[in-house]
């Protein structure tokens, strides 16, 4: 699929995007893909091209733009450098919820402004540290986000006023979430309190654990599995498709 790099104004700089398109004259829908706590770089640009595949116009932000000598992590071995694993907490810090609302309406604009992109309503995804964004951007820019998707996501029902649970009531999307098996950062009882804050908001929504470990989608994680990484597939093919057409 094409691929391009494109650079976005932001209230705080500019921010290097890489947006995916399919085959073709479109338009199509808009997704912005969050990337997990390593931040942008190759693994991600080649899931964004498998996305676009499906049809749509995929976005990846450098969520880490604001720091802009930041080095790229080595998912292989991040958490066994304590030095590397330190930095990149430090860094995951630094995206508040404020800010993931606030860069989201850039990039929602950006691709209302793509001649190749249909509508002005999108979807979200995101991993880990992604996934937690893109439920933050659907409570938090309601109005421009038609799905939020989730996988291996942490923090998603935590005891933190910034968690994403607390904005169900100002989700209008179609929420999917998938989690890790013996994920820490996303435990069954915090499924559960998600399940309820979502239900009781009315939003329509799937919870569910796949037979994997966190990091199971995303190519260069250790833990990654094919099998649970298609399943990843299938359910945005499938929530995407509904939600976006």
Known sequence: MPTSTETITTADGTCRVTVATPDGAGPWPGIVMYPDAGGARATFDEMAAQLAGYGYVVLVP????????????????????EAERRRLFGMIKTITPD???ADAAAFFDHLTAREDVIGDR??????CMGGRTSLVVAGRVPERVAAAMSFH?????????????LLAGEIKAVV??????????FTA????????ALTAAGVEHTIEFYSAA????VPDNAPYDAAAAQRHWDAMAAVFGRALG
């Open 189 to 196: 009882e915090q499924a559960a309190t998600l399940d309820r």
């Open 62 to 81: 450098d969520v880490y733009y604001r720091d802009a000598d930041w080095a790229p992590f080595d998912m292989a071995t991040v958490f066994g450098d």
């Open 176 to 185: 999917y979430v998938g989690g890790a098996q013996d994920d820490a950062s």
């Open 153 to 165: 996501g942490g923090g998603l029902a935590a005891d933190d006023p910034g968690s994403p649970h």
């Open 99 to 101: 800010i993931m609302a």
């Open 214 to 217: 966190h990091g199971f989608a």
């Open 122 to 127: 999108f979807g979200t995804t995101g991993y």
